[in-house]
């Protein structure tokens, strides 16, 4: 297979976007740097909130940025491209209609790794833009996996953790994520989706158990191979779990 340069549309947000790069080196089978996959990243801050557009709190329309980036990764090398962003994934069919190369469609991949391992009752932890617009509930059913999301309180406990902790550059306290954890269990999930790329940043330094999926190390993952490399897993670090 003849190897691919991968682009990623990145600033959603910045830190979850330098996270995938790393696990994307740190993943990668490779002996010396010629050997690791060709990216580029466009870490474009200027998007708008997702979130906030899909709940009509905002009218600045994410998708004509989203499609502007996916132009100029490829007018500058990139044979496929992937959004370290979930909710960005509510406008994926505009985004690939627009896009002269494919792009990995992250919450799918992420569903079908959810039905991979057994699970049948899975949790999700997302934005309220992710849940609204309903894209998880639907990639997990077509699994034939029960969606399971998280009450009122929970779900503002989750918010609270992506805008007020990670997107601000602040650690997340255990106690804090022990709580909605809790309550996940408490629905009776078997694994519960980290949903937003922000939550693998807690993954990363809360180091989570196994009880969790996260999003961004299946899209590293889906995007090493898609480029047509190998997945070099004595390089998984012990800070994400699958």
Sequence with gaps: MKRKTLGIIGGVGPLATMFLGEMIVRLTKASKDQEHVHTIIDNDTTIPDRTAY???K???????????????????????ICIPCNTAHTFYDELQASSPVPVIHMIRET???????????????ATDGTLAAGVYQRALIEEDIQPIIPD??????????????VKAGL??????????????????????????????IV?????????????????????????GYEINKKGQMNTIRV
Aim: hydrophobic share 40%; charged share 25%.
């Design 54 to 56: 899909i709940l009509n």
């Design 58 to 80: 905002s009218e600045e329309n994410p998708v004509p940025y989203l499609v502007n980036d996916a132009k100029k990764l490829a007018s500058h090398g990139a044979d496929v």
């Design 111 to 125: 569903a079908k790794r959810a039905g991979e391992v057994g699970a049948k009752r899975v949790g999700i932890l």
């Design 152 to 165: 009122s309180f929970t779900q503002k406990e989750v918010m609270s953790v992506i805008y007020d902790f």
């Design 171 to 200: 650690d997340v306290e255990p106690e804090k994520w022990s709580q909605i954890e809790h309550a996940m269990i408490q629905l009776g999930c078997e694994k519960v989706i980290l949903g937003c790329t922000e939550l693998s």
């Design 203 to 227: 993954n990363k330094e809360l180091k989570l158990s196994n009880f969790y999926i996260d999003s961004l190390f299946v899209l590293a993952e889906r995007a090493i191979l898609t480029c």
